[in-house]
């Protein structure tokens, strides 16, 4: 990937060459290649130095680099020394406001299923893949070992994020688990344990697609009789297999940077990736000790989580 990654404010410091020059097009030249070097751009992507212009600060001006190839574009602000000879990559970073909470802000959870204490301070929203092995590892984490120690102190939501493109019945799974939830968020939540935790019950040995929707809406019925839903209720919402809301969840997560499962958001601060359960307690205690709330025991946490099923990852 060749997007540059941005820097806190002036502290990058390349050095673009050892004696000024004059020429506007010769330091354009040196300029293009200490960001190729630097960044590690790849050969196939064009860099343009654009017009320089003044900056908000004195002895700099202002140098836009646009990296492009056929599919897409970017640009980036540097600072150039008048003397041509010093580069900074500079970030603005507005401190007035609190990232995490500007995060909060933008996760819709009205109606999602809880598990947990409802009313705790620390909140883990989830956005989750029903078909993702990493979700899967990340779903036995949360419920088999973090929630023993943490269950009374934190809440944990689950948003549907399906990668349907790798994942083809992760979308229909999601749909499913919504039409439980519907009624009834037990349902979701056993829904969700069995699915997470026995993805190979679904996908079977070379099983044709049309077989692992089937076997999804089996299940869900299951659930539906065992907590004694309204089956006619049920029924229609699986056969309608409305996937509006899970593609809201989807432009949600998107308009947040999601790009991959699980990616967990708590009290607003991003964890990328199936972290193991003794960083993520070290996350959630932290967290806690910020929200002038002790976190549990040291004692209580040297539990070992046990492997959840079918954890190895897997595509």
Known sequence: MWIVKPAVALALLVCVGCSAQSATSETNRRVERQVRAYFKV??????????????DFPDFDKVTVTL????????????LSKDEKTLYRL??????????????????????????????????VVYDDFQCPYCARMHGYLF??????????VRILYKDYPLQSIHPWATRAAIDANCLAAQNHDAYWDFA?????????????????????????????????????????????????DDSAIRASVAEGDALGVDSTPQLYINGELVAGAVPPKDLRAVLDRILLENGQQPPAAAAQNTAAPAPANSAPNN
């Open 68 to 79: 492009s190839d056929d599919q897409r574009s970017s640009s980036y602000d540097f600072l």
């Open 193 to 241: 344990d069995r699915i997470h935790l026995n993805q190979k019950e679904v996908t079977g040995e070379n099983r044709p697609l049309p077989e692992q929707l089937a076997t999804l809406d089996k299940i869900a019925r299951e659930y539906g009789a065992k907590h004694k839903l309204d089956n006619a209720q049920l029924e229609a919402c699986i056969k309608k297999a």
């Open 91 to 124: 970030t603005t970073v507005d401190v007035s406001k609190d990232p995490f909470a500007e995060n909060v802000k933008k996760i819709d959870t009205s109606g999602r299923p809880i598990r947990g204490n409802k009313d705790a301070k620390v909140e883990v």
């Open 144 to 153: 088999q070992d973090v929630m023993k120690t943490h269950g009374d102190r």
């Open 42 to 55: 790849p050969a196939t992507v064009n860099v343009a130095v654009k017009e320089r212009k003044a900056s």
